[in-house]
């Protein structure tokens, strides 16, 4: 596919001089692509001085590209500690949210903060030290399970990718694989479902062990087990971390301290599950759509079983 940005020759020479074969990988391409901008290293930020892990969005209006606006007068806090789940319909701009915490992005205007420092005034890499990303869909480099693992922390021990493995639920998966925690994974190795690589992200974000944590829920359809699974894991790893969860599934927000229920990119609702139902307003219709749903897949799947 063609990347439509202009890239300082520099970083295109960094990645051939990587390369070996002079083919670009496009996970180090975007890797590399991830590393502050010249004028942002040139303007030496100091680094996030991590305190408590409150993050606020404050009338963030943002766009990809001039003249279609994506968010708008975006403003919602979440305290330290706390879950803030985010639903709404597919484009309403959830996926954008948790891009530009993670400053892919940065917003038109307004601000984003953590601990009251603004995100485009700290150093990128050490904004990103404290915030593991789980995204939607986990792209995997060409290389070890226990390596795409270990990226979380690199210097890992291979006991502690194991352990991270295991509280991710993926250890028994990898285990039975070709050559375990050895085994090539992505384009020239073993191919992973969605739900087993954002397994791996997980892993790689318990490994990271970040104050902060972003999880982009995988649309992928997964089995009911592996979303239970899944589930219990983001239980777990959101317990006493600052949590964005982009959530498509609303069985995934129930227990969130506060939902965002944006639409065409403004929050039009928020509040606990409790109040939203109560609301009986577009958090309400979602939900007794998907449980109307379930229901039918369950009706579909006991006749299905019957003889
Ligand atoms: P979904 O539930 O389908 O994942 P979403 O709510 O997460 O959707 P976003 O991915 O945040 O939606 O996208 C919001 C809008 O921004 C969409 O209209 C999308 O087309 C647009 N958009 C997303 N990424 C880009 C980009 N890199 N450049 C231009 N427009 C983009």
Sequence with gaps: YIIQISLPLNTLGMVFRQSKDAIINAERLFALLDTPPEADEARQLPPLDFKRGEVRFESVDFSYEPGRQILWNVD???????????????????????????????????????????????????????????????????????????????????????????????????????????????????????????????????????????????????????????????????????TLIIAHRLSTVVDADEILVLDQGRIVERGTHEALLAGQGMYAQMWNLQLKQSELERTSRQLSRQP
């Excluded at 915490?101 to 917003?107: N, T, V």
């Excluded at 352990?163 to 994974?185: C, G, K, S």
């Design 76 to 242: 919602f806090r979440i305290p330290p500690g706390a879950t803030v789940a985010v639903v709404g319909g597919s484009g309403s701009g959830k996926s954008t949210l948790a891009r530009l915490l993670f400053r892919f992005y940065e917003p038109d205007t307004g601000r984003i903060t953590i601990d009251d420092q603004d995100l485009a005034g700290v150093d990128q890499k050490s904004l990103r030290a404290h915030i593991g990303m789980v995204p939607q869909d986990t792209a995997l480099f060409n290389e070890t399970v226990a390596y795409n693992i270990a990226y979380g922390r690199p210097g890992a021990s291979m006991a502690e990718i194991i352990e991270a493995a295991r509280a991710a639920r993926i250890h028994e998966f990898i285990n039975a694989l070709p050559a375990q925690y050895d085994t090539m994974v992505g384009e020239r190795g073993v191919k992973l479902s969605g739900g087993e690589r954002q397994r791996i992200a997980i892993a790689r974000a318990i490994l990271k062990n970040p104050p902060i944590l972003i999880f982009d829920e995988a649309t992928s359809a997964l089995d009911t087990m592996a979303e239970r699974a899944i589930q219990t894991e983001l239980a777990q790893l959101s317990r006493d971390r600052t």
